[in-house]
């Protein structure tokens, strides 16, 4: 049977994942894992490494946002241990680069990261709403809901660097084993133009494009993504 190990995006926990994760169980061996520094998890200096030595078998990795961007990493160092990817609104640089228009502008990430630091309430509910914006108002409400009300304040900040930091797309060209990119066409925070960049230039990827979605899928449409999944598993 299958490790499926689910990571979830910056500033969330597991819980993120119970929807489609309800939808696979029976199927799979499902792993509810918290980033370094999010949820129940302790920071760790060596994300990926303290991961990977937390799951000490083959896995197929589920990764979201951030959580999709360490997938990546994790299938680079170990490429051994990774038997597949599917990453949702992932992206392999969430910030500009000279050669990467795909993302968000530098500047407007560090005045995020300046202002988490001087007012961390109103910078979380911030990024609940870049996460929401352009697709239902109730993806607004359900973030809210789930998203954790304790945190691991380096956690979080050593989470900001990774997404600053990440450049991933040689980490995906080299991917050779086979991947699912689940990409909401109505995300604002992350590009589905990116989500297309990933499915490209991945040697075996391909694309699910979530009509109306924004970017936490696997939330506006859990059933859609638990589909998309088990079509992909059972075809390999």
């Known amino acids: 049977m299958r490790n499926l190990v689910f990571l979830h995006g910056w500033g969330m926990d597991s819980s993120c ?6 939808r696979l169980s029976g199927n799979f061996d499902i792993h509810c894992a918290d ?7 302790p920071d760790a200096k060596d994300w990926v490494g ?8 083959e896995v197929d990795l589920v990764g979201w946002s951030l959580g999709g961007q360490v997938a990546l990493e994790w299938a680079a160092r170990f490429p051994g241990q990774v038997r597949s990817l599917v990453l949702v609104a992932t992206t392999p640089s969430f910030v500009k680069r000279r050669d990467w228009e795909l993302a968000m502008e530098e500047g407007v990430f560090m005045g995020f990261c300046r202002n988490f630091r001087e007012n961390r309430p109103d910078a979380m509910k911030r990024f609940l709403h870049l996460q929401s914006s352009g697709g239902s108002s109730r993806i607004f409400r359900m973030l809210q809901k789930i998203a954790p009300q304790q945190f691991d304040l380096e956690g979080l900040e050593h989470g900001l660097e990774l997404l600053g930091r990440y450049d991933l797309r040689e980490a995906a060209r080299g991917f050779s084993q086979e991947a699912l990119v689940l990409h909401g066409t109505c995300d604002s925070l992350i590009p589905f133009t990116a989500g297309k960049w990933l499915c490209a230039n991945m040697k075996k990827a391909r694309l699910v494009g979530i009509e109306g979605a924004a970017h936490a899928p696997h939330l506006s449409d859990p059933e859609v993504c638990a589909n998309a999944m088990r079509d ?5």
């Open 17 to 22: 994942w119970a929807g489609v994760q309800e």
């Open 35 to 41: 980033l370094p520094g999010h949820g129940k998890s």
């Open 50 to 57: 303290a991961l990977s030595a937390a799951h000490p078998f």
């Open 232 to 236: 992909f598993y059972d075809g390999r």
